[in-house]
Every structure is written in C-alpha cells, then in structure tokens.
C-alpha cells in the first residue's frame, strides 16, 4: 500500500486507505465477499486489463492480481455477482489512448470468480459492434447490456442469456426509431449509456438525450416502451447518463455526465424524481451544486480545469455485499471530488459530506487537459468502506465519520 496522497480536503469523512495499483488507475468498480475476507475488483481505463485488491483491512489493501485484457480496446466496466464476472469490451473513443488502425475486440468477457484473485474465462459475447459499456448483471442467467449492434446508430438495450456461458445469446433487444439505420434524423444523440438497472419487472434505462426510460420486461422476448422522461436541451450533451430506482421509496436518482471541460457546457444535473406513477415520471428537486472548501482558495470548481459536474452514483445491484439504503446518496463529481447527501426528504436533498482527492502529480492518461483531480467512481460496501477511483491515480478508501442508523423511509 502506498502513503494517502495530501493534501486532500474532506468534511464528515475520514480517510482510512490507499493503494496506486501499481500505476494503472482504475474506472469501475465491483466487490465480492468470499469466506469473509472481501475482494474489489476494477476495469481500467488508460491500461488494458482488470485488478484485484484484497480490501478486507482497507487501511492495507492487498494488491493480489491484474489479469491482462486484449489490446486497443476499452476495458473500463465490471460486474461482479454470484461468483462470475461480466467485464465489458468497447472500442477506445478517439482521443482517449486506442488507435483506429489496430484490431480491437469488443462485447463483453464472462468470468468463473469462485477463486477470487484467479478469474477464469468462461465465455465472450460479440456485439458485432462497437461493443458494450455499462452493464448490469446481479446474478442468475442475464446480463442486460449497453451495447452496440449492426443497423443501429450508437448504443442500444440487449438482453442476454448466459446460462451456457460458452455460448451466450441474445433474447431480445430494445432501441429508439432514430436509432435503426436509415431512419430520419434530429441531431439528438440516443444512445443507452447503461446499466439497464433491473428492478422486478422493470428495467431503468439512462439513454442520453432520449432522456430516461423505464421498460416493461415482464415479457423478456419483448421489452415494451412505459415511459421516457426528457431532459433534452437543459443538460449536457451527453444526456441522462444514470437512472436509479429506489424501489422501497417509488424515488429514483437521475443525472447527467459532464464532458466538456471548464464548463464549457449546459448546466449539469443531478436529483430525484418521483415514480409513484412510473407513466409519468417527473423530477421533483435537484442536489446542491457543490462549493469549493475557503481553504481551496478557489471562488467556483469552473476554475479549477478538468471537467466538474456529475458522473457516477453508488449502485447497490442487489449484491449483499454492497451497502443498500435509500437515505443516502454517493456521487462522483469530477474535479469537486466524491459528495454525499442526504435524502430522506426527497424534496431538499442535502450535501453532508465530501471528499476531494489531492490533484496528481503524475499523468498517466491523455485527460484532462489540465491535470487536476478527476474523481470517476464510487461503490460503498456493506460495512461502510467507500471506494472512489480517480483517472490519474490509484484507489481511495474512506468513510463517513457520522451518520444516523439506517431507517427504512416509507414511499414518498
């Protein structure tokens, strides 16, 4: 384990661990726990390939493996869930670290995790594409998949069987009339970023600039359209990159992605929306725009470089090894590093905690331009120990100096 990089600025959080993965940062993240010692798992995005650390003392993670994956491609998303491993393959976005004149692979990889720190490699799902994203899988024989498909403009929902993991196939597919080739265009870029989180019946999916869809999967070989709740023009061009049902409350948790950085960009958003009608979904409050800390010196996170705005929420996807209450709120936020809030009353969400790692001092990737923190994602496991992973540095583990026991909170 290397010393926690300084300095760092933090309210309600204190700081237990950090490893730097041997120089490869991490994206992704995932937790297994195994005979009571607890293993997390990471895709990488400057470095072709996954970890593993060993994180049962997350005041001394354990660095156990780092299977390599196939050249000029994205390996930046894990699931892990029931002893296998979906770890999706994508090609690398122009500017990112690929190059457009090399083979690349692409679909996703399906992993026998039983020996924790020894993956092996059970199947491969081709797309035929550009490959997948973000995925979900929980468990049991289907991965509901971001990805991309032949006559089909970016990415679009899959369902997949993996119970012959040696030969998984599609059951059925989900897409927006823009999406099929040929068909009229209006410059809105539909595209479903993933994960399809799957809740009963229902399959939540974040879809860009066609906003966030919710999808009737009763019948699996036939996902039906229920609603869409749009955010076209008010946010980022990216569009709604994450939909998180918080079923026991009929809430969500929605927001968008800041890509450009120095915002140069439509506002970014990130709140709750109310799904007691799941017809017709409406946003009812928005987080508060995070402020640097005084001692930072710095009048906004503009300023600072790099982008700043949402990314990526804590997803519970039903693993018992991950924390799962509906009073809490983990995000990621890029330069503002990871903010916490609290929820229970869905109408004024309230900013308790943050962490903003140090800026790097060694870059590793070709973003941002400006090197400066850039927090990506955040999984809280069951006991409370949260990971974030950041694009030039290794794996922070922290948690939450107080917090109040954890109350079922009715619906809204």
Not at 114 to 124: K, Q
Not at 213 to 242: A, E, M, N, Y
Not at 259 to 288: C, H, K, M, W, Y
Not at 378 to 398: A, P, T
């Amino acid at each position: 384990m290397a010393p926690v990089p300084i300095p760092h600025f933090a309210h309600n959080v204190e700081v237990l661990g950090y490893h730097d993965l041997q120089g490869r940062p991490a994206f992704k993240l995932a937790v297994q726990e195994v005979n009571d010692r607890w293993y997390l798992y990471m895709g990488h995005l400057w470095h072709r390939g996954w970890t593993i650390l060993d994180v049962t003392d997350p005041a001394s993670p354990e660095h156990l493996n780092f299977v390599s994956g196939p050249e000029n491609t994205w390996t930046i998303q894990v699931q892990v869930a029931e002893g296998k491993m979906i770890t999706a393959l994508e090609r690398i976005a122009p500017g990112w670290g690929g190059s457009e004149n090399r083979e690349h692979s692409e679909g996703f990889l399906i992993w026998d995790v039983t020996e924790p720190a020894r993956p092996r490699r059970l199947g491969h799902y081709p797309t035929r594409s550009t490959g997948t994203h973000r995925n979900f899988y929980d468990g049991g024989s289907l991965v509901h998949v971001a990805g991309g498909a032949p006559g089909y403009d970016k990415k679009i929902y899959q369902i997949v069987d993996i119970s012959n993991p040696a030969n998984p196939r599609e059951i059925s597919r989900f897409w927006l009339p823009e999406q099929e080739e040929g068909a009229p265009k209006t410059g809105a870029r539909l595209s479903c970023h993933g994960p399809a989180h799957v809740e009963g019946t229902r399959a939540y999916l974040p879809y860009g600039e066609g906003g966030g869809i919710i999808v009737d999967i009763s019948d699996l070989s036939r996902p039906k359209l229920l609603s869409q709740l749009l955010f076209r023009g008010l946010c980022s061009r990216q569009g709604i990159h994450t939909y998180l049902p918080l079923p026991r409350r009929a809430l969500a948790l929605i927001n968008d992605e800041a890509i450009q950085e120095n915002g140069n960009e439509n506002l970014n958003l990130a709140g709750i929306v109310d799904l007691r009608d799941e017809t017709d979904p409406r946003i009812i409050s928005l987080f508060p725009q995070p402020v640097p800390p005084a001692e930072s010196g710095l009048k906004n996170f503009f300023e600072k470089g790099g982008r700043f705005g949402p990314h990526n929420q804590h997803h519970p996807n039903h693993q018992s090894c991950l924390e799962d209450r509906d009073d809490l709120a983990y995000l990621s936020y890029f330069n503002a590093g990871l903010r916490v809030y609290d929820i229970r009353d869905p109408r004024t969400p309230r900013e308790i905690a943050y962490f903003i790692p140090p800026d790097p001092k060694q870059r590793v990737g070709t973003k941002p331009s400006r090197l400066v923190v850039q927090t990506e994602d955040v999984l809280v496991d069951r006991r409370g120990f949260i990971y974030i992973s950041e694009k030039n540095q290794g794996i922070y583990i922290i948690r939450l100096k107080q917090i109040w026991p954890y109350e079922a909170v009715c619906a809204t």
